[in-house]
C-alpha cells in the first residue's frame, strides 16, 4: 500500500513539475481544469444530443442516452459524497504545502476531500454513457474528460489515483443505469419521453 502511495505521490509530482515550463500549457489547462468551461461545453453537446437526429427511432436513441447520462451524473455525484464519509483523503497541496504556488498559477486550492475525484466521476459518467450508444460522440466526450481529469492532477488538486477512483465510479454508475437501473424503472423513461414531446421538449 505504501509502494501504491509513493507511485501515486511520484506521478503527481512529475506532472504538476511542468507548471511554468511552457506557457501555452499552463493556458490550456487552466480552461481544462476550470470549474465551467468542461463541464458547460458538455452540458451544450447533451443539449445538442437531445434535439439531434431527423428519424423518430434516431432521436429517441440519443434522448434515452441523455437521460442515462444525467441519471449517471447525479448518482455519481452522490456515490462521491457517501466515499468522502468514509475517507477524507487531504488535498496534494494540504499534505504538501510547497504545491501550494503551483495551485494558485492554474487554479484555486479546494478543501474537499481529495478521494474519489468528483470531477472525474461526472465527466466519466457522462462520457461513457453517451459512448454506449454513440461511439464518435462518446470518444469526444471521453478526450474531454481525460483533458480535464490531466488538469486536476497538473494543477496539483487531485492525486492521479483520485482521478482513477473518480473515472470507475463514473463509468461503473454509467453502467448501472443502462444495464440495471432504466431497464427496471421502464416503462417510466418512455412516459418521460413522451411527455417531453407532448409538450414540445423532445
Given at each position: 500500500?505504501h509502494q501504491?502511495?509513493?507511485?501515486?505521490?511520484r506521478?503527481?509530482?512529475w506532472i504538476s513539475?511542468?507548471?511554468?515550463?511552457f506557457a501555452p500549457?499552463?493556458?490550456i489547462m487552466r480552461?481544462a481544469?476550470?470549474?465551467y468551461?468542461?463541464?458547460?461545453?458538455?452540458s451544450?453537446i447533451?443539449?445538442?444530443l437531445?434535439?439531434w437526429?431527423?428519424?423518430?427511432d434516431?432521436?429517441e436513441?440519443y434522448q434515452?442516452a441523455?437521460?442515462?447520462?444525467?441519471?449517471?451524473l447525479g448518482?455519481?455525484?452522490?456515490?462521491?459524497?457517501?466515499?468522502?464519509l468514509?475517507?477524507?483523503r487531504?488535498?496534494?497541496?494540504m499534505?504538501?504545502p510547497?504545491?501550494l504556488p503551483?495551485?494558485?498559477k492554474?487554479?484555486?486550492?479546494?478543501?474537499d476531500?481529495s478521494?474519489?475525484?468528483?470531477?472525474a466521476a461526472?465527466?466519466?459518467?457522462?462520457?461513457?454513457?453517451?459512448?454506449f450508444?454513440?461511439h464518435?460522440?462518446?470518444?469526444?466526450?471521453c478526450?474531454?474528460?481525460?483533458?480535464?481529469?490531466f488538469a486536476?492532477?497538473?494543477?496539483?488538486?487531485?492525486?492521479?489515483?483520485?482521478?482513477i477512483?473518480?473515472?470507475?465510479?463514473?463509468i461503473l454508475?454509467s453502467l448501472?443505469?443502462?444495464k440495471?437501473?432504466?431497464?427496471?424503472?421502464e416503462p417510466l423513461?418512455t412516459?418521460?419521453?413522451k411527455l417531453a414531446?407532448?409538450?414540445?421538449?423532445?
Amino acid at each position: 500500500m505504501h509502494q501504491i502511495a509513493a507511485a501515486d505521490e511520484r506521478v503527481l509530482l512529475w506532472i504538476s513539475g511542468l507548471v511554468g515550463k511552457f506557457a501555452p500549457l499552463d493556458y490550456i489547462m487552466r480552461l481544462a481544469v476550470n470549474d465551467y468551461f468542461i463541464p458547460v461545453s458538455i452540458s451544450l453537446i447533451l443539449l445538442g444530443l437531445w434535439f439531434w437526429g431527423k428519424k423518430m427511432d434516431e432521436r429517441e436513441s440519443y434522448q434515452r442516452a441523455v437521460l442515462i447520462a444525467a441519471a449517471s451524473l447525479g448518482i455519481s455525484d452522490g456515490m462521491v459524497k457517501i466515499c468522502n464519509l468514509f475517507y477524507d483523503r487531504p488535498r496534494p497541496f494540504m499534505s504538501m504545502p510547497e504545491l501550494l504556488p503551483t495551485v494558485e498559477k492554474i487554479f484555486y486550492p479546494p478543501h474537499d476531500p481529495s478521494f474519489p475525484s468528483n470531477a472525474a466521476a461526472i465527466v466519466f459518467a457522462v462520457a461513457a454513457a453517451i459512448w454506449f450508444y454513440r461511439h464518435k460522440i462518446g470518444a469526444f466526450l471521453c478526450f474531454l474528460a481525460l483533458l480535464m481529469s490531466f488538469a486536476r492532477v497538473y494543477a496539483a488538486v487531485h492525486y492521479p489515483l483520485d482521478i482513477i477512483g473518480g473515472a470507475a465510479i463514473g463509468i461503473l454508475t454509467s453502467l448501472f443505469c443502462m444495464k440495471i437501473l432504466f431497464p427496471f424503472v421502464e416503462p417510466l423513461p418512455t412516459l418521460i419521453l413522451k411527455l417531453a414531446r407532448k409538450f414540445c421538449l423532445a
